[in-house]
């Protein structure tokens, strides 16, 4: 009985303890993009390099793997940062970097308007 239980409480932990995969959050990515990256990137342009903007064609023109994965590429670049971009890898969870890469591609769909 004691064995039973034992595998019951082992088979319930790792069901219950596997992360489920969600998609991303958009409107959660807005508020960690403003809390975090606004600063730098309002309405999707750039304070420190203004050809490195968040628009759809500077995103294809300078970030890695873009064409690979639009929101891969952005989490890649969030995550550990550039030049003069920061890493943010160690600062927002990985579920937080998805949520923004999220928002920037579709506010870049959408022109940042």
Excluded at 70 to 78: F, L
């Amino acid at each position: 009985m004691r064995r039973l239980f034992s595998l019951i409480a082992l088979c319930l932990a790792l069901v219950l303890g596997a992360a489920p995969s969600f998609a991303a959050d958009v409107a959660h990515g807005g508020q960690i993009f403003s809390a975090n990256c606004a600063a730098c990137h309002m309405g999707g342009g750039n304070v420190v390099n203004a050809e490195r903007t968040l628009k759809q064609d500077a995103l294809t023109a300078y970030l890695a793997n873009y064409s690979e994965g639009h929101e891969a590429a952005i989490a890649y670049q969030v995550t550990n940062g550039k030049n003069a971009m920061p890493a943010f890898g160690g600062k927002l969870s990985e579920g937080d970097i998805a949520d923004v890469a999220a928002y920037v591609e579709d506010m870049s769909s959408k022109g940042w308007a």
